[in-house]
């Protein structure tokens, strides 16, 4: 099981950081995601890293603010956010594949990739 942490209010500007830590299983050799979802809207990817971390990607609206990394001996992934905006405003999920990657070179940006996904965290940016 995952679990995202890390969410809160802050103002627009400020910066957080969401960790996503497993539970049950070793995140090692799984590609993860981070995804939103605000209020009636769709859920989006907004980043992406490859097993070994050496790939990462993300969506145009965060690129330069948001960077997502890996530490596998602590089993957590984070997402580092900053210059945040209001309509950063969402709850964020964490996601492992579905299939492990012994290679270390892929990402995957389509949800259904992913197979094990975690409770979210609430991120609220005032303007």
């Known amino acids: 099981q995952l679990q995202a942490s890390g969410g809160g209010l802050v103002q627009a500007g400020g910066s957080l950081r969401l960790s996503c830590v497993a539970s049950g299983f070793t995140l090692d050799y799984y590609p993860i995601g981070w995804f939103r979802q605000a209020p009636g809207k769709e859920r989006e990817g907004v980043s992406y890293?490859?097993?070994?971390?050496?790939?990462?990607s993300y969506t145009d609206s965060v690129k330069g603010r948001f960077t997502i990394s890996r530490d596998n001996a602590k089993n957590t992934v984070y997402l580092q956010m900053n210059s945040l905006k209001p309509e950063d405003t969402a709850v964020y999920y964490c996601a492992a594949a579905i299939s492990k990657d012994y290679s270390g070179s892929y990402y995957y940006t389509n949800s259904n990739e992913y197979g094990h996904w975690g409770q979210g965290t609430q991120v609220t940016v005032s303007s």
């Open positions: 890293i490859s097993s070994s971390g050496s790939r990462t």
